[in-house]
């Protein structure tokens, strides 16, 4: 084995000098080093493409041996010779790509940020009025780990319900989070430290960052059925199954309006139909919010899912995020929210959590949460956002009109019904991969290569190119 | 567990519970019964929650905490880290204030998404301060700077990334440290150790411990140091001695970590806090290097601060910044743009830098003449002990060497509020509160030592 000949090598060498001289670049060292060199060649090839991990520890046991040889060195490559890049992120990624890219008719419908009609993002006004009575008058001390209680209680208000009994009764454990991966992560690392024997069960497909999080957290996870590509729907039984069949007790990831990427949400009615299966299984539901005004324009609407959870009694947790809905996105202001029994318990939570974000941030951002709790402690600006928001979802749902149409008019066979049909800022288009490189790489569409293309980048200006690229690719 | 609501009447979690019994009990017992009900085949009927604890206050943050409490008119804070006027009041520099302005008024702005490793601008600007523009690092371009959240969040990333590719778990942080380190590194994957750092004889340095226990590490150990202004006992290596650590580290092929709280806040200029940085950066070595402008731009709440990490080569510090990436992308997708815009904008303006560093200066300069107000007034008061160690210690705050006891003793008596390892916050203390403090300090250190049993 090529590590195991490394390691009885007495000739101190970093893994970079290894991996130089295996790719057959010219080495300068000495004899000794290419007995090395040979004992890697005949014992089998050190992966190049070795991800960080394996890298790492391949490189701790070169270190070892150098230690262990007592040899001293002088180590040009320094510590980090051995750190492969890391590849892109499938979705941040995209955006870099498109900027990059100096064809006039490129067109982005990557990254889930909305932009209006002429392409551009957008500061909602109600953002704007908030950041001028801010600005000037606030101090800028720490908040408290927990973030700004009056940030909290108002976005708890807007998931659960103003008139809400879990907020009557003061049992609800919250906290607010960098965004809607920040309540994701906290809840995760809350998740492996207070139930470190449960499994979190994620949708197929998912937002590809939520595998990231709970296996950073080191909380085993498994899939569950979610989208049917025969329907471009849910798959409704095989996400009952796959319910039924989990552990009792399993902590299930949900999302809870306008699934991201397939924009594929239950019915009302198969809400209250998983409610009543998860318990019987006494499963734990977590909530993924995102995008609440933003799927159906109405937030009430949009968090029905939570509430009809709520009100069957289960004891939800809830992560929101701010991003979409009010376009704070770089302002990072999300909550995470946990339904307890009692008001003791909800302290005892809420003081856990701010445990574990000490020593990942010591306390959450000020200026994004005082934005919020500006908009939604005011009336007017309260009602101005709700306008606003209505706008953002209603234009995105001309798009899937507009885009379906057009596919249509230009004689696809294929069926493009799921593009109305599904909800949110995504539309699951069932292109292959393959049809995706196209896309780039002859018609400069850039979008995530699952097939994923995010509405709120299509115009009137450009869904008539869009449409003819994906049917061109397509038919 | 189970409560009565108000008036007798139960809560709707007891409503729903009653109506389960009814279901799951055919002989409809009572509610009191549904309490023992252990995890069923239908599964647990309470909360999967209920077994967690409440957790202790942050040692730090609970401080203040405890403060806000005390009805008493006459107290002080001088438990977080956070600077006040004089008047005690908290501060809003006039280059933020102007800063904030111009970004403000600027209607081009939008709030989108950063890149995960932040605000290009920012990571230059920061990476220059600490090392200097002229820095052959920066020059060669083989630093990865990634923008974080404050001082924390880049120790947290540091640590994460460390666990993930460096070779060795160990890291030493000196004895004492800031309460949050040990945690950080321990949940970012590492094993902690310490190394001597404070005498408690000399209220000052144990440079000989120091090096000792530094000597003694493991080859490779990850050694964390505080890049100025040590907190929480304010005692700084001399030039002197920041040569021989960084001698015997690079000797030892340990690898430096520095915290940077507090560049121009020690001293008043931001160059001779950044030393002992940049003396490790010239000998051609690699490092770490955590930046935080929570104090030095009153940026507390915005959570603005970077990560650098010096490599080698050009191209290793493009694969590092690569995999930062993977490390932040699973705990906050990206950092918040409005604190390090503000920074960006201060730095990458002249006549806004300038401006900054003279307030800066001023800040220093008050906390230095409250170490020589408090100083005066204890030796007035003609308190037992030495303590010179109030003026040679540096930074925002002092480790008085008063014990538990008698800090407890402060806090009930004198209305003192400050962390039990007698660290007191120079900058919490103004003219008018010094001969408070003096008389608490007094009191505790001969008192104290009559009364007791």
Redesign the interface.
Known sequence: MALKSVLTCRTPFTLSKVLEVSSGERCQSTSASNIVVQKVERGGRIDRKLEGGRAAMAGRAIARSNMRAGKRFMSTAGWWSHVTPAPRDPILGVTEAFLADTHPSKVNVGVGAYRNDKGKPVVLQCVREAERRIAGSKFMEYLPMGGSVKFTEFAIRLAYGDEADVLNDKRVASVQTLSGTGACRLFADFQKRFKPESLVYIPIPTWSNHHNIWRDARVESRLFRYYDPATKGLDFSGLMEDVKNAPSGSFFLLHACAHNPTGVDPSEEQWKEISQLFKEKGHFPLFDMAYQGFASGDTEKDGQAIRIFMNDGHQIACGQSFAKNMGLYGQRVGCLSVICSTPQESVAVKSQLQQIARPMYSNPPLHGAEIVSTILSDPELKDLWHKEVKEMADRIISMREALRFNLEKLGSKLNWQHVTDQIGMFCYSGLTEEQVDRLTREFHVYLTRNGRISMAGVTTGNVEYLANAVHEVSK | ?M?E?RKGRY???ER?LQA?VQHLSPSGSSLAGVVQME??????V??????????PE?PI?GVTVAYNKDPSPIKVNLG?G?YRTEEGK?V?LNV??KA??RL?ADRS????????TGLADFNKLSAKLIFGKESPALLEKRVATAQC??G??SL?VGA?FLA?????RLVFLPAPTWG?HH??F???GLTVKTYRYYDPRTRGLDYQGMVEDIRAAP??SLILLHACAHNPTGVDPTPEQWEGLRQLIRNKRH?PFFDSAYQGFASGSLDLDALAVRSFVADG??LLVAQSF?KNM??????VGSLS?V???EA?A???E??L???I???????????ASIVATILGDSELYAEWTIELKAMANRIISMRHQLHSAIQARGTPGDWTHILKQIGMFSFTGLNREQVAFMTKEYHIYMTSDGRISMAGLSSKTVPHLADAIHAAVTGLSFSRQ
């Open positions: 567990m409560e609501g809560t709707s979690s729903r389960l995890v069923t085949a239908s599964g647990p309470g909360s999967v929650f209920e077994h967690v604890e409440q957790a942050d943050l977080v956070a908290p809003i933020v204030r904030e302005e403000l702005r939008y709030k989108e998404y950063l890149p995960i959240l404050s924390t969040g947290r994460e993930k590719h460096y070779f060795q949050n945690k950080i321990s949940n970012g080859s490779g690898l070595g690699e929570a009153g940026l507390y709440g915005e959570r990490i490599c080698k080569k290793i493009t694969h590092v690569s995999q990436k993977l490390v992308r699973p705990m906050y997708s990206n950092p918040p743009i409005h604190g």
